[in-house]
């Protein structure tokens, strides 16, 4: 069932948007001509639109807040100057969140960084 203000309202709002339009307000806008950015297709489209909403409030999804964290603990790993037991809790971490990503639906995603930590540590231990 469709709302019966919506009729009214979008009228409302395209008659705004054509009048802005023609003040030249949406003119020299930032990608201008361009095309729009592709959707993350990964993403439900149920979700997309909320993910747009905190990635320009400059907030990430959890998903991607814990995808930052892992490539950030590889990055880490992938330094020498770490201790032992730093090198151990960060390790552990990484291993948590792949596992909870691979547990999560995302497994082609888990196994490929499942692979990039895995080559990471043989270059840093060898083959043996």
Same mark, same amino acid.
């Not at 959707?39 to 979700?47: H, K, N």
């Given at each position: 069932?469709?709302?019966?203000?919506?009729?009214?309202?979008?009228?409302?709002?395209?008659?705004?948007?054509?009048?802005?339009?023609?003040?030249?307000?949406?003119?020299?806008?930032?990608?201008?001509?361009?095309?729009?950015?592709e959707?993350?297709?990964?993403? @439900?489209? $149920? =979700?997309?639109?909320?993910?747009? *909403?905190?990635?320009?409030?400059? %907030? !990430? @999804?959890? $998903? =991607?807040?814990?995808?930052?964290? *892992?490539?950030?603990?590889?990055? %880490? !790993?992938?330094?020498s100057e770490?201790?032992?037991?730093?090198?151990?809790?960060?390790?552990?971490? !990484?291993?948590?969140l792949?596992?909870?990503?691979?547990?999560?639906?995302?497994?082609?995603?888990?196994?490929?960084?499942?692979?990039q930590?895995?080559?990471?540590?043989?270059?840093?231990?060898?083959d043996?």
């Amino acid at each position: 069932m469709t709302h019966p203000l919506l009729p009214p309202m979008q009228s409302l709002i395209d008659a705004r948007i054509e009048e802005a339009r023609q003040r030249g307000e949406f003119d020299n806008l930032p990608g201008a001509g361009k095309p729009l950015p592709e959707e993350d297709l990964a993403v @439900p489209e $149920e =979700l997309r639109l909320a993910n747009r *909403i905190l990635k320009n409030a400059g %907030v !990430l @999804p959890p $998903e =991607l807040g814990e995808l930052s964290e *892992i490539h950030q603990l590889m990055a %880490v !790993l992938d330094r020498s100057e770490l201790g032992g037991g730093e090198r151990d809790t960060a390790s552990r971490r !990484l291993r948590a969140l792949l596992t909870k990503l691979e547990l999560t639906g995302k497994p082609a995603t888990a196994r490929m960084l499942w692979q990039q930590y895995e080559d990471q540590l043989r270059r840093r231990y060898g083959d043996d």
